[in-house]
């Protein structure tokens, strides 16, 4: 599988894209995204929102409470095993080696992987 169009609806996916370097690790368009899939009937699984789950806010320090990456590559392969497919954030991904590896996990495990267009 390759990078794919539109995910069709009822399916459970993977919100994939960069955070390190980005303002507020990039939380705002992972909810904005967040927010149009679940309008189209997906199941979004968003790592932003594991990370919320863990206790990081990104809004309030850019440092505290900040998962190990060893421990956020581990549970993002899980979501994405969990997940019937990968969404890939718009924009520029292959300069983020976390999105990356995303990706080939999903490929390892022979999930679609569809990017959303540009806004």
């Known amino acids: 599988p390759g990078v794919q169009g539109v995910p069709p609806k009822k399916l459970t996916v993977y919100l994939a ?3 390190r370097g980005k303002p507020y ?3 705002l368009q ?3 995204c ?4 679940e309008a ?3 199941r979004v699984t968003s790592p932003a929102d594991i990370d919320r789950s863990m206790g990081f806010d990104p809004f309030k ?3 505290k409470n900040f998962p190990k990456m060893e421990d956020c590559l581990l549970r993002d392969i899980e979501a994405i095993t969990n997940a019937d497919a990968v969404v ?3 924009g520029r991904y292959t300069q983020s080696t976390g999105t990356m590896t995303e990706i080939a996990a999903a490929i390892f495990l022979n999930k679609p992987v ?5 806004s």
Do not use: E, H, I, R
């Not at 569809?114 to 540009?118: D, M, S, T």
């Open 25 to 27: 690790y990039n939380f």
């Open 88 to 90: 890939l954030l718009p």
């Open 34 to 37: 967040k927010v149009q899939l």
């Open 17 to 19: 894209g960069p955070m």
């Open 40 to 42: 189209k009937g997906l």
């Open 61 to 63: 320090s850019m440092t």
């Open 30 to 32: 992972f909810d904005a």
């Open 114 to 118: 569809y990017q959303l267009p540009n």
